[in-house]
């Protein structure tokens, strides 16, 4: 018995800032929709790095829609200019959007997905496809169906390897085992502590949750031994553009790490490609060894697109993002300010009414920006609506960096706003936002900054 896929809930992958985002427009809108997130809370990675405060304020941080609904349970938003941390950002944002009426119903928590298909089609099959429903299954087997998919899903949970050549390095499984590796953005500051204290510990990225890292490494008992290992031949990039950022926060990060470079209280490893990790160091392709108990992996992140192997994805072979967006947002040309604005035209696929929004969205790039994310669901929920006018109406805001290079090599771009040619392009009257990521200041918390550009 087929089944009217008009009458379905659009399914939203991941419950983090972007898959929230695309529950309020959805809300917004009143199309019946159903948010399937694997952890068993709001933005459960958030959480992962709750101990981070962004670099970005709170005005570049939260959606529109979702303001205009939690604005009308008579919740206040936060200062506009103050710096939030991940915590802060679940706890005074998200999850109470999470609890707003509108949405709270139509979570589902701990549904993790495991494949996605069209009902009674393999991805072969070509003659009415487009009319039949999405088939969700997820990982305890119990199935859904759906008029639509948005993946929201993010990349977090699939960090890149150590490995300079984008595989993993020879002896990083056995370093995970045991307990050696940590990815991303580790809490060294406070439950994670114990494991860096005293040690000869080496990050590896030139991002801001590198950079971050390193400054908090920086803040621990004068017997830990910080190393910096980058694969640039030098780390300028990495400075950014200090006083010329419009994020404050931000600009000082790379002034701070500048600083600590210069006074030789971290150590940089340049031209660095991790081949090997042995008993007690990291082993480049040309046999450089840095010294390594712990091991930070900053090198970012890439997607997952295994659950979706039965549908028809258009997927660049270089990046993993859509076809058509691949040159937009290509790091070897673009820095996050350069990337222009855009909207479902750019994030559709052959697979009719499936969307990729957020970080998996660029795929690997690492130029992905918050307020990007949100007019991206802003966009394609007006095309699963059918108001292609709104959705073609892309706008975009987005504060100045002081820095843009577009000489990116690898995921280890330098995090940029628009430059002022590109600024004049875009249009205004919607907030942009940041995704940033940890960071902490010499002297105190400050901010982060993968998600801006890892």
């Given at each position: 018995?087929?089944?009217?896929?008009?009458?379905?809930?659009?399914?939203?992958?991941?419950?983090?800032?972007?898959?929230?985002?695309?529950?309020?427009?959805?809300?917004?809108?009143?199309?019946?929709?159903?948010?399937?997130?694997?952890?068993?809370?709001?933005?459960?990675?958030?959480?992962?790095?709750?101990?981070?405060?962004?670099?970005?304020?709170?005005?570049?941080?939260?959606?529109?829609?979702?303001?205009?609904?939690?604005?009308?349970?008579?919740?206040?938003?936060?200062?506009?200019?103050?710096?939030?941390?991940?915590?802060?950002?679940?706890?005074?944002?998200?999850?109470?959007?999470?609890?707003?009426?509108?949405?709270?119903?139509?979570?589902?928590?701990?549904?993790?997905?495991?494949?996605?298909?069209?009902?009674?089609?393999?991805?072969?099959?070509?003659?009415?496809?487009?009319?039949?429903?999405?088939?969700?299954?997820?990982?305890?087997?119990?199935?859904?169906?759906?008029?639509?998919?948005?993946?929201?899903?993010?990349?977090?949970?699939?960090?890149?390897?150590?490995?300079?050549?984008?595989?993993?390095?020879?002896?990083?499984?056995?370093?995970?085992?045991?307990?050696?590796?940590?990815?991303?953005?580790?809490?060294?500051?406070?439950?994670?502590?114990?494991?860096?204290?005293?040690?000869?510990?080496?990050?590896?990225?030139?991002?801001?949750?590198?950079?971050?890292?390193?400054?908090?490494?920086?803040?621990?008992?004068?017997?830990?031994?910080?190393?910096?290992?980058?694969?640039?031949?030098?780390?300028?990039?990495?400075?950014?553009?200090?006083?010329?950022?419009?994020?404050?926060?931000?600009?000082?990060?790379?002034?701070?790490?500048?600083?600590?470079?210069?006074?030789?209280?971290?150590?940089?490893?340049?031209?660095?490609?991790?081949?090997?990790?042995?008993?007690?160091?990291?082993?480049?392709?040309?046999?450089?060894?840095?010294?390594?108990?712990?091991?930070?992996?900053?090198?970012?992140?890439?997607?997952?697109?295994?659950?979706?192997?039965?549908?028809?994805?258009?997927?660049?072979?270089?990046?993993?993002?859509?076809?058509?967006?691949?040159?937009?947002?290509?790091?070897?040309?673009?820095?996050?300010?350069?990337?222009?604005?855009?909207?479902?035209?750019?994030?559709?696929?052959?697979?009719?009414?499936?969307?990729?929004?957020?970080?998996?969205?660029?795929?690997?790039?690492?130029?992905?920006?918050?307020?990007?994310?949100?007019?991206?669901?802003?966009?394609?929920?007006?095309?699963?609506?059918?108001?292609?006018?709104?959705?073609?109406?892309?706008?975009?805001?987005?504060?100045?960096?002081?820095?843009?290079?577009?000489?990116?090599?690898?995921?280890?771009?330098?995090?940029?706003?628009?430059?002022?040619?590109?600024?004049?392009?875009?249009?205004?009257?919607?907030?942009?936002?940041?995704?940033?990521?940890?960071?902490?200041?010499?002297?105190?918390?400050?901010?982060?900054?993968d998600g801006c550009c890892s």
């Open positions: 018995m087929s089944t009217n896929a008009s009458t379905l809930p659009v399914a939203v992958i991941g419950a983090g800032p972007v898959g929230m985002a695309a529950a309020a427009q959805l809300a917004t809108r009143n199309m019946p929709f159903v948010v399937l997130e694997a952890g068993d809370t709001v933005a459960a990675s958030v959480a992962q790095w709750a101990h981070v405060r962004l670099f970005s304020p709170w005005r570049y941080n939260t959606d529109p829609a979702a303001r205009a609904l939690l604005e009308t349970t008579g919740w206040t938003a936060p200062d506009p200019q103050q710096l939030p941390t991940g915590g802060d950002l679940v706890s005074q944002y998200l999850a109470p959007l999470a609890a707003h009426p509108a949405i709270a119903p139509h979570i589902r928590y701990g549904a993790t997905v495991s494949a996605i298909a069209r009902q009674g089609f393999d991805k072969v099959r070509t003659t009415g496809r487009e009319h039949a429903p999405f088939l969700i299954r997820l990982a305890d087997d119990t199935e859904l169906l759906a008029r639509a998919v948005i993946d929201a899903s993010g990349t977090w949970r699939h960090p890149n390897p150590v490995g300079g050549n984008g595989l993993a390095a020879h002896g990083e499984a056995e370093a995970r085992a045991n307990g050696r590796v940590f990815d991303g953005m580790p809490d060294v500051l406070g439950v994670l502590r114990p494991h860096f204290v005293g040690k000869n510990v080496a990050v590896i990225g030139a991002g801001h949750s590198a950079t971050g890292t390193v400054l908090a490494l920086a803040e621990l008992a004068a017997d830990t031994t910080v190393h910096w290992v980058v694969r640039a031949p030098d780390p300028s990039r990495a400075y950014g553009g200090g006083a010329a950022d419009a994020l404050p926060a931000r600009g000082s990060i790379g002034s701070a790490v500048k600083a600590l470079v210069e006074q030789g209280k971290v150590t940089v490893h340049t031209g660095f490609f991790a081949h090997e990790i042995t008993g007690d160091a990291v082993v480049s392709t040309d046999g450089e060894k840095v010294a390594a108990d712990v091991i930070v992996n900053a090198t970012g992140a890439r997607p997952d697109h295994t659950a979706a192997t039965e549908l028809r994805l258009d997927l660049d072979p270089i990046l993993g993002s859509t076809r058509a967006l691949a040159p937009l947002i290509d790091p070897n040309q673009h820095s996050c300010g350069t990337v222009p604005p855009h909207g479902a035209d750019e994030l559709a696929h052959p697979e009719a009414g499936f969307f990729i929004v957020g970080a998996k969205s660029y795929g690997r790039a690492p130029t992905f920006l918050l307020a990007t994310g949100y007019e991206q669901t802003r966009s394609v929920v007006a095309a699963i609506d059918g108001d292609w006018e709104a959705a073609r109406n892309v706008q975009l805001e987005l504060p100045e960096t002081g820095v843009c290079s577009t000489n990116a090599d690898t995921a280890e771009s330098s995090c940029c706003g628009p430059t002022p040619d590109v600024k004049r392009g875009l249009a205004t009257g919607v907030q942009g936002g940041l995704i940033s990521l940890p960071l902490v200041t010499i002297g105190g918390p400050a901010s982060s900054g």
